[in-house]
């Protein structure tokens, strides 16, 4: 059943059917092509199953051009699934984190997919897998949009968002219901999940769903009145529905956010923002950007493009937000143009931008597409975190196994083995163990 209420800026009504007006619409917005080659998850493939749009969805029309902040969560049923146990909230320590009630460091890495997977059976085994790696964290996408239920590639989505509105699923089989279980399983297995609530890709979704349904750009979206509307709506669902959960480690405002060619004010201001709309909601989790940590500020690094503002992001500037409780920052040289071994010069960087802000630092998503050299290539990486800095945690990308409902992976695919000398054996077990045992390094 489809509900509609008031808060304000939007309206949620009893609806008998999802209308027929969720086809797509006719108004696209194209984005600046960048720099690089951004890196994607890969597009929807034969393995995934299709969903007619006969769910339950919540209806949300907006009907002000205003972008005031709602005081009351979307109604969908409440889940279905335990929430509220699995130990106490995640915060930051200094430049460390107290997880589980102990400051320490450690690993994590990122399941983008576990949202999207069909069965319960398969969301308990990649939890089983992770804490048996002792890895503490790992980062879940927490949004999942389309702008057409009907034609819908994704196995599971959240929401629709078309000229029409903006509608919740609210389905235990292919929508909500399946982010329920995710946290629901990360409780029982103390794994504490990172979950970002946009995408910049159109990958599930992401920016490019909000630009088709609302007229702005991937530009203007930072500023646009009736796409922030959309997004805050969204970011008040997921937020209030999971906020009782110590699972949830952090939300995060996006995946890797980019305005490129934009002053970096435009994300910051931004990110000062929704950091702060996110506390007021949840004042016990923590916040994090997203971002892959570019550089715009003086004196750091050599001026090429992970360091020109060239994506409208200044690490520096967005570190200081006094809402955000740590930095992220990404690394993927094969894509970036950099060789091999420029990641440690990268990590070291951001290392020190820390200390000054005293503030922790996480490398959040790194990884090599060559498939044949990942310890080669990103052990080195590893090993710079571990000796060199006070990383408060690492979390490579990205962590696979088999046989799931769905085939997500890419090259960078670490896959789940405890064979001696295996890829994950050493980037996984050997690494979060090596982690979890090491103590501050003076002076970093």
């Excluded at 009907?150 to 196995?155: D, M, V, Y």
């Amino acid at each position: 059943m489809q509900f509609f209420t008031s808060f304000g800026i939007i309206s949620l009504t009893i609806l008998s059917e999802l209308p027929s007006a969720l086809g797509a619409p006719t108004t696209t917005c194209k984005t600046p092509k960048p720099r690089s080659t951004p890196k994607h998850i890969p597009k929807a493939s034969a393995t995934r199953t299709k969903h007619t749009s006969s769910s339950t969805s919540a209806k949300v029309t907006i009907t002000s051009a205003t972008s005031n902040a709602l005081i009351s969560p979307i109604a969908c049923p409440a889940p279905t699934v335990s929430l509220g146990g699995g130990g106490p909230f995640a915060t930051t320590q200094g430049r460390m984190f107290n997880i589980q009630s102990q400051t320490q460091f450690f690993a994590g890495t990122n399941t983008w997919w576990l949202s999207q997977l069909q069965s319960n059976a398969d969301v308990d085994t990649v939890f089983s897998q992770l804490a048996l790696t002792q890895l503490k964290v790992t980062r879940v996408w927490g949004f999942s949009e389309t702008n057409d239920a009907s034609t819908h590639q994704n196995p599971n989505y959240f929401q629709v968002l078309n000229s029409t509105g903006q509608y919740f699923n609210c389905d235990p089989e292919n929508g909500i219901g399946r982010l329920d279980y995710v946290v629901s399983a990360a409780e029982a297995n103390g794994v504490k999940l990172v979950m970002p609530l946009l995408n910049n890709y159109g990958d599930l979704g992401g920016i490019p769903a909000y630009t088709a349904a609302f007229g702005c750009s991937s530009t203007s979206f930072y500023t646009d009145t009736q796409c922030q509307s959309a997004y805050q709506n969204y970011v008040n669902f997921i937020v209030n529905r999971y906020k009782v959960s110590p699972a949830i480690f952090s939300w995060e405002l996006a995946n890797e956010p980019r305005c490129s060619t934009c002053p970096t004010s435009v994300i910051t201001n931004w990110a000062s923002s929704i950091s702060a709309y996110i506390k007021s909601l949840d004042p016990n989790h923590m916040v994090a950007l997203g971002d892959e940590g570019w550089f715009s500020t003086a004196g750091i690094g050599d001026g090429s493009y992970a360091y020109s503002g060239y994506e409208g992001v200044d690490f520096v500037q967005n570190l200081a937000i006094s809402t955000l409780d740590y930095g992220t920052f990404h690394c993927y040289p094969d894509q970036w143009g950099y060789n091999n071994t420029w990641p440690n010069e990268w990590i070291v960087q951001h290392n020190a931008v820390g200390k000054t802000a005293g503030k922790p630092v996480v490398f959040e998503e790194y990884g090599s597409t060559n498939t044949a050299n990942h310890q080669l290539l990103m052990t080195p990486w590893q090993q710079t975190v571990l000796e060199d800095t006070n990383i408060a945690y690492d979390s490579f990308w990205q962590f696979g196994t088999q046989p799931l409902s769905i085939n997500p992976f890419d090259n960078y695919a670490i896959y789940y083995d405890t064979t001696a000398g295996s890829d994950y054996q050493v980037l996984g077990y050997q690494h979060a163990a090596a982690m979890l045992a090491k103590s501050s390094v003076a002076d970093q």
